[in-house]
Each structure stands twice: as C-alpha cells, then as structure tokens.
C-alpha cells in the first residue's frame, strides 16, 4: 500500500489539532519531552513543525536546516506555516537561548 497524499495527510493532522482564535495550529496528537508534536512522515519520525516546514515551507527531507518558531508562536506543537520559518543550528541555539530568558 503506498503513501497517502499530502492532502491526506495535513487533513488527517487537522483532525488531530485544535486551531486557536490567533490562529494556531496546536498538535493533540504524540508529543516528544520537549512539547513538540511528533508524526510519523513518509516513514520517518520527525517534529510536526519540520513536517510542514516540508509541505508548505519548501523544507527538504533531507536537510540540515531546521523547522523553526517565529517569535510570535509560543507553541512548540504549532505546526502553522505562518509560525514557521527555515532556519540553522545556530538560529535554533539563539531562538532557544531567548526564549529561556523571557520565560
């Protein structure tokens, strides 16, 4: 049986997100330690942010860049393509780094 679509998929996620007045699209589903929803995608494992950072983002499968919150988005299961954005290692180390400070 092969893969579902990738229109599958994101209603299949819908389905298993609560999407806040602001505009948030919060995972219900798994979760890793961190607070991230965790999916599995065209058989990996992986965070549903980079999942959508692949769909919607232009993300490669592949690379070493990383999913990414905006400032505005307090949520680590939000996988909004609006709330995202690509970025490196480094962009992850200062985002985390700030938001620490703020909490």
């Excluded at 998929?9 to 798994?30: F, L």
Aim: with cysteine; proline share 5%; glycine share 6%.
């Amino acid at each position: 049986m092969g893969q579902p679509s990738d229109e599958i998929r994101v209603k299949k996620w819908k389905e298993k997100s609560t999407i806040t007045p602001d505009g948030h699209w919060r995972y219900n589903g798994a979760h890793s330690k961190s607070g991230h929803g965790q999916i599995s995608f065209k058989m990996t494992q992986m965070k549903i942010s980079r999942a959508s950072a692949i769909l919607f983002l232009g993300l490669s499968r592949f690379s070493n860049l990383h999913a990414l919150h905006k400032d505005s988005c307090p949520y680590p299961d939000c996988w909004n393509p609006d709330c995202l954005y690509i970025g490196t290692e480094s962009d992850n180390r200062r985002d985390f780094f700030r938001r620490l400070r703020r909490s």
